[in-house]
């Protein structure tokens, strides 16, 4: 079976502009979460998607947005980047909102560099 | 708030050697605890994960933690490290509430092995 998957692999931007990341999860998996990771750094929580209703989001400003489709993939939006933003985004799936003791699958990720 | 706490962010082992990555984490309630492994340009794998059935729970690729609720750790260790261990390595716990669960990441711990 396939994992979970992220396109694109990496992408380059320029401050104020705005970028979509895109994730598939598991087949049957109905939860999406998203992670960003500074490098150095642990990942850190942005958003949590089931059945495609936000339910939760971390600490991080309104221009970063996200939506889950009807097939259960989902879309990250960060509007007027910051240099700040250059990281890499990991996309995680799991069977359901508190299914399988919270496992959580993590995809590539994708790379993205502010400039 | 559940979190945890990495001691040491890089750890050199000679191949064959024992690994020790200290993970101490902070919760009020019992808390469900993750490794994660990260190899270079890569995503997240889960290694293993505590749940409450054991305190000692045996993962992938030969490593196993003990969950020590007296000490509050939750350590990896694998008996003898190989080549192939070099990588980046993450305790992480969940946070839970109002319908939503996320992961929470230490600092990492990069792992050397020296032939």
């Known amino acids: 079976d396939a994992g979970v998957t992220q396109s694109p692999t990496h992408l380059i931007k320029t401050r104020g502009q705005q970028v979509t990341l895109r994730c598939s999860p598991i087949s049957g998996h109905k939860s999406v979460s998203w992670y960003q990771q500074v490098l150095g750094q642990g990942p850190q929580f942005i958003f949590q998607?089931?059945?495609?209703?936000?339910?939760g989001r971390g600490n991080f400003p309104d221009r970063f947005s996200a939506r889950q489709f009807p097939n259960y993939s989902s879309e990250l939006n960060v509007n007027a980047l910051l240099l700040g933003d250059s990281a890499l985004y990991l996309c995680a799936s799991s069977p359901g909102r508190l299914g399988n003791n919270y496992e959580q699958y993590f995809g590539p990720g994708t790379r993205l560099t502010v400039t | 708030a559940q979190s945890v706490t990495q001691l040491g962010s890089h750890v050199s082992v000679s191949e064959g050697a024992l690994v020790l990555l200290r993970c101490n984490y902070s919760?009020?309630?019992?808390?469900?605890l993750f490794w994660y492994v990260q190899y270079p340009n890569q995503g997240l794998q889960l290694l293993l994960k505590?749940?409450?059935?054991?305190?000692l729970v045996k993962g992938i690729n030969g490593f196993e933690a003990e969950f020590k609720k007296s000490e509050t750790s939750f350590h990896l260790t694998k008996p003898s490290a190989h080549m192939s261990d070099a990588a980046e390595y993450f305790c992480?716990?969940?946070?839970?509430?109002?319908?939503?669960?996320?992961?929470?990441f230490g600092k990492g711990t990069k792992l050397s092995v020296i032939p």
């Open positions: 919760s009020s309630v019992p808390p469900y």
């Open positions: 505590y749940t409450s059935a054991a305190t």
């Open positions: 998607y089931y059945e495609k209703e936000e339910r």
């Open positions: 992480a716990v969940i946070r839970s509430g109002a319908g939503s669960y996320q992961l929470t």
